[in-house]
Nanobody
Framework: QVQLVESGGGLVQAGGSLRLSCAAS????????MGWYRQAPEKQRELVAS???????NYADSVKGRFTISRDNAKSTVYLQMNSLKAEDTAVYYCAANARLKILGPVYDYWGQGTQVTVSS
């Protein structure tokens, strides 16, 4: 099994910054893509940003230029630096990871518990 533990959420004023972290632990053979999703009240969960094990990144249009995703493979940790935050960024942010537990074994998707980000206008 893989556990994803998020930290760094909180309350911030519009225009401010927050940094989310997500550490993966467990019996992992290889961590593949990692990413951040968010879900606002009464809205569907959406991809915010993702990063491959090689460092290639992908961002939702709504956060391009404001958010930066990065990862430390040695620490099995992914980060999301969020700058110039807006009220519409308010949501529960979830960490996700795709991992293989055994050599030649199947890959599975794992999710963190979520961390609340609230941006006051």
């Amino acid at each position: 099994q893989v556990q994803l533990v998020e930290s760094g959420g909180g309350l911030v004023q519009a225009g401010g910054s927050l940094r989310l972290s997500c550490a993966a632990s467990g019996s992992i053979f290889k961590l593949n893509d990692m990413g951040w999703y968010r879900q606002a009240p009464e809205k569907q969960r959406e991809l915010v940003a993702s990063i491959t094990s090689g460092g290639s990144t992908n961002y939702a249009d709504s956060v391009k230029g404001r958010f930066t995703i990065s990862r430390d493979n040695a620490k099995s940790t992914v980060y999301l630096q969020m700058n110039s935050l807006k009220a519409e960024d308010t949501a529960v942010y979830y960490c996700a990871a795709n991992a293989r537990l055994k050599i030649l074994g199947p890959v599975y998707d794992y999710w963190g518990q979520g961390t609340q980000v609230t941006v006051s206008s």
